[in-house]
């Protein structure tokens, strides 16, 4: 091409600079200029081959040329034929660094790509960066106000570690005090027993309250009252041997009568009603409420019903009636209906279930209801209209039952017995006689049902006038309390079958049979009576009904007591539940109460053996 050289070695050159030492940036306009200068030489070597191939016709023509001319014509050509192979050496070259500029550029293209993608990235690390920073000045700011804060806290901490340590010193002055004032009452209180016990002419020693406080305290409670050690050295320095001679030392400063009755202090079993029971109880009694319009309940104030109780009962809550009918009778048994007045939950309930059971002692009552209940409007006293639930059970000539129905009732008893009085009149007159009769009949059924029957005697005790002790032995085998006791058998054992037949929750007594039986029907040896009894398993309350081995009956529950016993409060509402009254108790509900009354319940047995035994050995 022009202006430029082709070199023996095939190098093009271009005046003074290489092809190799032009610029990246001209190589694509050399080398376009590159190709029409080779186009243009391509032309032109045609033309002298046209020119080369007249000459030869020439010579052909002439054959007069001579072969030196022949000889630079071929040299000629081999000149051309040598040019047109550098040319082409050349054309691939500059394809092949055309390719490699393509390649170049790609690069450059790819790395500027990544040069983009890591601008990008620096980019969000700078903004990263920047809100880093901003976060820093928050948290520097917020360290700040905590150093702030901490320097505060710091002064609080100081503040409180210095009243710390005043109270400290006050704690320790109290307790020197308390020492003092322990080691003090130590002294007054052995000196006061010391007095108590040297006194003469009836002198009556001056005792600091609170010497008497925990001293009877220790005296009930013995470990568990809260000054246990101070009492015991006042024991200690005193004449007593013992915590139980304090109680002579309490008599003769009056403290405790001389027949205080100690268990129940130290059972902690309530004697007085609180204000809201009093309150509530004045309520009802003044409501009087009206029963006559209750739909579910019929009224069989018609039917003459009867109570046969001891002498001194005040609280009636069971009674019974006898109907002669065409082909045979109608038994009923007929219990106050305690619910009607006291409501589950309300302040009366609560402090019912509180003592569980009413506490009958030789020398008081502690009734499960406040009197004003128990012995008036709950209370079954002759000609008195009251709500019921009644117990009818229709049976044959021969006392077989046919059939029988609970239903919530209005009742009135028209004659009030005792226990003597009944047993008078039974053989001599109905419907003592004939209730006699039914009672012995089923009592002969659960005995062959597998019912133990245990005659022990029992002593009844009291108190005269005078205060002094009278007993006497108590036959329970005698017809009224057989004939009384039967019948109560009867209805619980008919009410635990209504409940079950209702899919009612209450609470049923079982007993498993006895570990080994001894004897069958009735047994008048109290040897055997009593090894038997001892043979007997332990009686279980749940909310379930099973077998009552002891009784001879399938399922029992406890429900004609509803004025002395919680339990069969708790039954009496489960069996108006079933009429809709209200709502149920749930078997958990009533595992929890039963649960709850169980140790009280077990003192109130407990405070009654434990008096009745101490008035005896009196």
């Not at 200029?33 to 016709?57: C, G, I, K, P």
């Not at 000196?191 to 001056?206: D, F, M």
């Not at 329970?476 to 899919?503: G, H, T």
Request: net charge negative.
């Amino acid at each position: 091409p022009e202006g430029c050289v082709l070199h023996p070695d095939g190098h093009i050159s271009a005046g003074q600079a290489s092809v190799d030492d032009l610029g990246a940036s001209g190589l694509l306009d050399d080398a376009t200029q590159l190709m029409q200068d080779l186009e243009r030489a391509h032309e032109a070597m045609q033309a002298e081959l046209d020119v080369a191939r007249t000459t030869a016709e020439s010579a052909r023509d002439a054959r007069i040329k001579t072969e030196s001319e022949r000889n630079r014509l071929r040299e000629a050509a081999r000149a051309q034929e040598s040019i047109l192979r550098k040319t082409e050496t050349a054309w691939l070259e500059y394809q092949s660094q055309l390719q490699r500029a393509e390649e170049e550029t790609a690069r450059l293209k790819h790395e500027q790509t990544e040069l983009e993608k890591q601008q990008a990235a620096l980019r969000e690390e700078l903004s990263s960066v920047a809100a880093t920073l901003k976060d820093a000045n928050a948290m520097y700011t917020e360290i700040r106000a905590q150093g702030d804060d901490l320097r505060q806290e710091s002064e609080a901490l100081r503040t409180a570690r210095d009243q710390l340590r005043e109270k400290q010193v006050e704690a320790r002055q109290r307790q020197i005090k308390k020492e003092k004032e322990t080691e003090l009452l130590i002294q007054q209180g052995s000196a006061w027993i010391n007095e108590t016990l040297n006194r003469k002419n009836g002198s009556q020693p001056q005792a600091n309250p609170r010497v008497v406080e925990v001293l009877t305290a220790y005296y009930l409670f013995g470990n568990d009252s809260p000054s246990h050690s101070t009492a015991r050295q006042m024991i200690k320095r005193s004449p007593l041997n013992t915590p139980d001679q304090l109680f002579s030392i309490f008599t003769k400063a009056k403290v405790f009568d001389p027949d205080e009755n100690t268990a129940l202090l130290s059972m902690q079993i309530p004697t007085v009603w609180s204000e809201d029971v009093l309150e509530k109880e004045a309520r009802i009694i003044e409501a009087r409420s009206d029963f006559s319009n209750d739909p579910l309940r019929e009224d069989l104030t018609a039917i003459p019903l009867i109570t046969i109780d001891g002498q001194s009962t005040l609280d009636f809550d069971d009674a019974i009636s006898l109907e002669n009918l065409e082909d045979g009778y109608r038994l009923g048994i007929h219990i106050i209906d305690v619910d009607a007045y006291i409501k589950s939950g309300d302040p009366i309930d609560l402090a019912a279930r509180e003592r569980a059971s009413s506490i009958y002692m030789p020398d008081d009552k502690l009734p499960m209801i406040p009197p004003g209940l128990s012995e008036d409007l709950c209370s079954l006293t002759e000609n008195a209209v009251r709500p019921g639930i009644s117990t009818l059970i229709k049976m044959t000539r021969f006392f077989e039952i046919q059939e029988y129905r609970i239903i919530p009732s209005i009742i009135k008893v028209h004659e009030q017995m005792t226990y003597s009085e009944a047993n008078l009149l039974n053989g001599k007159n109905d419907p003592v006689t004939t209730l006699y009769k039914i009672a012995t009949t089923f009592r002969e059924k659960r005995l062959k049902a597998g019912a133990i029957q245990i005659t022990l005697p029992e002593v009844n005790v009291w108190l005269e006038e005078n205060k002094d002790i009278g007993y006497s032995k108590v036959d329970r085998e005698n017809p009224s309390r057989m004939l009384v006791s039967e019948k109560m058998i009867l209805a619980n054992s008919l009410m635990a079958e209504f409940l079950d037949q209702n899919n009612m929750p209450a609470v049923f007594r079982s007993q498993a049979p006895p570990k080994e039986r001894l004897f069958s029907g009735i047994e008048t040896s109290l040897t055997l009576n009593f090894m038997q009894r001892k043979h007997l398993s332990r009686a279980v309350i749940s909310a379930t009904p099973e077998m009552h081995a002891g009784l001879g009956v399938k399922a029992y529950v406890t429900a004609t007591s509803p004025i002395r016993r919680y339990h069969d409060l708790l039954t009496q509402r489960q069996i108006k539940a079933v009429f809709g009254y209200h709502q149920a108790y749930s078997k958990d509900e009533l595992e929890q109460i039963i649960q709850t009354i169980s140790i009280p319940l077990a003192n109130a047995g407990r405070v009654q053996s434990l008096r009745k035994r101490y008035l005896l050995m009196k």
